[in-house]
């Protein structure tokens, strides 16, 4: 069974940082690429970076470019997110997400770890 297990949520204050782990299992995890996702309440679910299976490529939502780093670290089977320079705006819950076709949907998703930042 796979699962995909998020941590590292909380609150922070604008201009703190965070950084979010995924633990993913029931998978070969090195051959699939991992992404992360935002929902913001009442909002659709975002993208907001990834990273392919080899860790050679990455690529992020312009609305977090330069404030956010995706990392995976297949010895131990987990990606994590980096974020810097945090915003009330990023306040959403955050998922990873991982494939194993990089032309398709993404197969399995996590349950979110909540992000709120206070202004």
């Known amino acids: 069974q796979v699962q995909l297990l998020e941590s590292g949520g909380g609150l922070a204050q604008a201009g703190g940082s965070l950084r979010l782990s995924c633990a993913a299992s029931?998978?070969?995890?090195?051959?699939?690429?991992m992404a992360w996702y935002r929902q913001a309440p009442g909002k659709s679910r975002d993208f907001v970076a990834y990273?392919?299976?080899?860790?050679?490529?990455?690529k992020y939502a312009d609305s977090v470019k330069g404030r956010v780093t995706i990392s995976r670290d297949n010895a131990k089977n987990t990606t994590g997110l980096q974020i810097s320079n945090l915003k009330p705006e990023d306040t959403a819950v955050y998922y990873c997400a991982a494939r194993s076709d990089i032309w398709g949907e993404y197969d399995y998703w996590g349950q979110g770890t909540q992000v709120t930042v206070s202004s």
């Open positions: 029931g998978l070969a995890f090195s051959t699939y690429e």
């Open positions: 990273i392919s299976a080899s860790a050679g490529a990455t």
